[in-house]
């Protein structure tokens, strides 16, 4: 199976920080990778690099063997990575819908000119985008939401509206960060779940930086390891969750980090 | 009040989408009936008055324009500027050049085909003009770019408009107004005319994608190039949509004058010009509308009042036209400090029943819309929020609605709570039917 | 000790400048002079900017009119009072007055609301207080040119210039009493920031008036005195500057001074008082030899000698916007700011 996402060597460093270093992660086709460390080992850090939010200084990203290094944020888009922020990446100003039919942006079939002056192919495009968008936001149980600001919906629903504006993108490949931030043991089995079925009925890869041992362990594939700016380890998550050095980076570890009774919950 | 005052550039943007509920036929006669008594009572008054009335009306119908212009800067990417009558009078003077020493127009004649021509090439200059402006504003935001366009305007001022071949000094360069329209009542409506065009390109503005990506921009760019937006070029051509705007602004402004004189162009009117965007509402294009068009008219509307207009000159003293910037300046800031939202939010109850939906004086997904809020669990477990931590990955502190969400949302599973927006994650366990079936 | 060495750096720049011109009757020294004198008004106006900038975080539009409103009161008291006779030492203070009166009443309407506000809304909002001076000078004052005279008469009663002659210019004393106070306000504004508790008090609220009203030091308190004391060296600026300057108008300190004196804050550094009297200085000598090139330097086109300036108009203005955009794309805290 060939590797969707292939970061080689990458590396970055701010001023005399070193932020990461020789990092290589394959992804492979309809795998769920994970990404775990400990808070600081610069996994969001990673996220900025391989979506061109930061440029590495050194080593290549690539994307079904197309090197990406150089593309600017909005091409990578466009090639089919979606992201999600660990702080809800949706813009604050706009409503639900809005937020949903900006996502479509790389998707859209007219031209900035043509909308200007009000060529007929942007009404009916128009229309198209705003279908596809209450589709989403019927999938996901939000269309009672679509017209209201962002401000003042609760945290859990900001996340799930996340969700569908990233599904909006139409993305091959999704780079998740802590879906599972805020949800206690249910949600994030659920979400786990959920996952599983995205990924089989819209092909989807997915790379996703998480906390949550449980579903780590019952959603993931495989799963690499990162502490201060490298790959610690990497292999199947259960090898990866009883490795001691694993364990003495997350600094002893939480009750929820190790109990043999929650790695049972979780689906195979 | 001051609570809800502060966000003049933050204040409600504009909305994109009508909704689902429909006014009946009925309903829709209304509507159409009050719009057509609007724009008719428009145009009947433009039709009725006296002369000098009909030409302050053209000077509303510009400054309409210029405030439209302003507000894709000052409302929709949300920056500053104060040197837009750099935009306008360089786009003035090249209008009338153009008219005058190339095309051959005479003190007494020039053909509407040059006029079109000269506003066309007004309306380029403009662009090119505000295109530098927007390269310099990738790099530069903020108060510095406020200062950076006064000093833009500045130099068009003490540099621009001094170039003898495009100015011709003193004197100013003579543009005739085109043949057939050369009344005052005839140029009215030529202006009304480039409104209505100027309306019809915001309007598609922000029903397209550009307007969306340029919002989304303004509000948070790395989300929007995360979106697939491509920051650079949607800022760029904001600014060139805005100077296109100036640009047509400022060929209707030369040809109305006949003489175009680089004294019109002075730093006291762009900031006026920015003011009037302000009380009418920073994105708002109704409000907009109505507070350059009360800028423009404000000296005629103290002459319709007789005693006042009497007491100003004579007992006073003084021209009503000395009052505009007192009385403008001083709606600006009880703008700012009172009703951000300006002119357009005043009047928003009408102009949402207008645009289809139903009568009401609170914009849907804003006061009348609450979200529960979810209740604030005592935290499921100590190591979740220890693990998460104060900071993000790469040494960030978190934000502190982050970490007040965070508390919110940690809380028990949905069969403990009553209320809907929990229950969405019931969705997710239940699976919603179009989902399943894939 | 960093900006020990820029200014002497800059002194010695203009030092340089002056005895390389010396003896050469059209060379620029005289124009140095002038660009120094001129520069101390920038210098003090930037001072003001410079204070609201370092207490609110914001750049104050209204810096100008504070200079105008001085003028004009001073005007009021000693040209248009006809029944007692009232000396310019009297007028003066009563303008200094008017202008802080107008500094704290901006303060109170304007500032104080929007202390939370995102900072464009604070500069539309000086924007607006600005224009409302403005058109409250117009309806007062119409919109025509008064003269004001100066504090010391440019000649004597037989018509001898009474100044003193640097390199074939003679300097008016208005022009050194300016660079004079100026050279002051250095001294007792230095001392004071870094040496009385007040002055201290200041600049901590300035930094993160969070912490300041935690320690105890009041926010409002020092809100009032830092728009006061900016108003205070507005005003002056405006009675020192408008004699010489050939009128009196509505907004005549806005048009005039107050982009090339934010020029001045920007390049010595928003958050630097020692920075707003260089970059004064250099402002000013920046756009006086502009001049001077534009008068001496030609270009031959089609065999007709042409002076620079009659091919690029307001050669001086353009100078300045171009330092402010080196400054602001190269080093946007300027020579001796702190912070980007």
């Known amino acids: 199976m060939s590797s969707v996402l292939n970061i080689k060597d990458t590396g970055i460093r701010f001023g005399g920080l070193v932020a990461l270093k020789d990092v290589n992660i394959q992804v492979p086709e309809w795998e769920i990778v994970g990404l775990i460390g400990p808070n600081g080992a610069g996994k969001t850090t990673l996220f900025n690099c391989i979506m061109g939010a930061y440029q590495a200084n050194t080593g290549s990203i690539e994307y079904r063997d197309r090197d990406i290094s150089l593309l600017p944020t909005h091409r990578r888009v466009a090639l089919g990575i979606g992201r999600t922020f660990q702080n809800i990446g949706l813009v604050r100003g706009l409503t639900v819908l809005e937020n949903c039919l900006v996502a479509q942006h790389p998707r859209i079939g007219y031209g900035a000119i043509g909308a200007l002056v009000g060529a007929p192919r942007s009404f009916s495009e128009e229309r198209r985008l705003k279908r596809y968008a209450m589709e989403v936001l019927d999938f996901l149980g939000l269309t009672h939401l679509a017209h209201s600001q962002l401000d003042g919906l609760p945290y859990g629903t900001l996340k799930l509206i996340e969700i569908g504006t990233v599904l909006a993108t139409d993305p091959d490949l999704l780079l998740l960060d802590e879906p599972s931030s805020g949800m206690g043991p249910d949600e994030a089995h659920a979400l786990g779940e959920r996952l599983l079925k995205l990924r089989k009925t819209l092909n989807l890869t997915v790379l996703m930086i998480e906390h949550h041992v449980p579903l780590v362990v019952g959603v993931c594939d495989y799963v690499y390891v990162l502490n201060f700016g490298q790959i610690m380890t990497s292999g199947r998550p259960q090898e990866v969750q009883r490795h001691p050095e694993v364990i003495a980076a997350y600094l002893g570890g939480e009750a929820e980090g190790t109990s043999e009774e929650e790695a049972s919950d979780v689906p195979a | 009040m001051t609570a809800s005052a502060t966000e003049v550039m933050e204040a409600p943007g504009p909305t994109l989408e009508a909704e689902r509920w429909s006014p009946s036929a009925g309903g829709w006669t209304a509507r159409l009936l009050v719009l057509a008594a609007i724009f008719g009572g428009v145009i009947w008054v433009t039709a009725i008055v006296p002369n000098y009335w009909a030409d302050r009306i053209s000077l509303a119908a510009i400054f309409a324009i210029i405030g439209l212009s302003l507000n894709i800067v000052l409302g929709y990417v949300g920056q500053v500027s104060l040197g837009h009558h750099g935009f306008v009078g360089i786009a003035a003077f090249v209008a009338a050049y153009y008219a005058t020493e190339k095309a051959g127009c005479s003190l007494d004649a020039c053909s509407f085909g040059t006029f079109m021509t000269a506003t066309v090439v007004a309306a380029l200059s403009g662009a090119v003009v505000a295109m530098l402006l927007g390269l310099i504003a990738l790099r530069i935001k903020g108060l510095y770019l406020a200062l950076i366009t006064l000093a833009y305007g500045f130099v068009a001022e003490r540099s621009i408009f001094e170039i003898p071949f495009l100015t011709r000094g003193g004197a100013g360069m003579p543009a005739t107004r085109p043949d057939g329209w050369g009344t005052d009542r005839e140029f009215a409506f030529l202006c009304f005319f480039f409104l209505a065009a100027v309306i019809f390109v915001d309007w598609r503005l922000l029903r397209s994608k550009v307007g969306r990506a340029i919002l989304a921009i303004k509000h948070s760019e790395s989300v929007a190039s995360t979106y697939g937006v491509n920051v650079t070029s949607y800022k760029v051509l904001a600014f060139i949509l805005s100077g296109i705007f100036a640009g047509i602004a400022g060929s209707l402004l030369a040809f109305r004058a006949e003489t175009v004189v680089s004294n019109d162009f002075n730093f006291a009117i762009a900031l006026l010009w920015v003011l009037m965007v302000v009380v009418g509402g920073l994105g708002n294009r109704v409000g907009v509308i109505i507070g350059s068009a009360f800028f423009a008219l404000f000296p005629f509307l103290i002459v319709l009042i007789g005693p006042l207009d009497h007491f100003i000159r004579d007992t006073l003293g003084r021209e009503p036209d000395y009052f505009t910037i007192v009385i403008g300046s001083a709606l600006a800031i009880l703008t700012i400090i009172q009703y951000p939202g300006g002119i357009g939010e005043q009047v928003s109850p009408i102009t949402r029943w207008l645009g289809g939906k139903r009568f009401s004086l609170h914009a849907e997904g804003h006061g009348g819309h609450k979200p529960k809020e979810a209740k604030a669990a005592k935290p499921a477990t100590g190591g979740l929020l220890a693990k998460v931590g104060l900071h ?7 934000s502190d609605e982050a970490l007040a969400a965070l508390g919110r949302a940690v809380e028990r599973p949905a069969s403990h709570d009553p209320g809907p927006p929990p229950d969405v994650w019931g969705a997710l366990v239940g699976g919603k039917k179009k989902g399943d079936e894939r | 000790m960093r900006t020990g060495i820029v200014i002497g750096a800059t002194v010695a720049l203009l030092a340089l400048v002056l005895i390389l011109g010396a003896g050469d009757d059209g060379g620029p020294n005289a124009y140095v002079v002038i660009g120094i004198a001129t520069g101390a008004i920038y210098g003090l106006v930037a001072l003001g900017l410079v204070l609201v900038y370092k207490g609110s975080r914001v750049f104050n539009f209204a810096q100008g009119e504070f200079g105008t409103v001085a003028a004009f009161t001073v005007f009021v008291l000693m040209e248009q009072v006809r029944s007692v006779d009232i000396p310019y030492w009297a007028a003066l203070p009563a303008g200094l007055l008017v202008a802080v009166a107008l500094g704290l009443a901006m303060e109170r309407v304007v500032v104080r609301p929007l202390m939370n506000s995102p900072r464009i809304t604070l500069l539309v909002a000086t924007i607006a207080f600005a224009l409302l001076t403005v058109g409250v000078e117009i309806v007062l004052f119409l919109p025509e040119a008064k003269v004001l005279e100066p504090l010391i008469a440019a000649t004597d009663a037989s018509g001898n210039p009474n100044g003193v002659e640097i390199f074939n210019y003679i300097l008016e004393p208005q022009n050194i009493i300016i660079v004079g106070v100026l050279a002051l306000l250095a001294v007792v504004l230095g001392y004071f920031f870094s040496k009385t508790d007040l002055g201290l008090a200041v600049l901590a609220t300035s930094q993160d008036s969070f912490a300041t009203r935690v320690v105890g030091i009041g926010v409002e308190r020092t809100s009032r005195f830092i728009w006061g004391t900016a108003a205070f060296l507005g005003g002056l600026a405006g009675i020192l500057y408008v004699p010489i300057s050939g009128s009196l108008t509505p907004g005549a300190m806005t048009s005039g001074i107050l982009i090339p004196a934010f020029t001045a804050a920007v ?67 300027g020579l001796l700011g702190s912070e980007a």
């Open chain 2, 392 to 398: 993000n990955e790469d040494g960030t502190e978190r």
């Open chain 3, 267 to 333: 390049l010595g550094g928003m958050t630097s008082l020692p920075g707003a009297f260089l970059g004064g200085i250099v402002i000013g000598c920046v756009q006086s030899l502009a001049n001077w090139a534009g008068n001496t330097y030609t270009l031959t086109i089609d065999d007709v000698v042409k002076p620079l300036q009659s091919i690029i108009p307001g050669l001086p203005d353009v100078a300045i916007i171009i330092v402010l955009l080196l400054v602001l794309l190269i080093r946007p805290q």
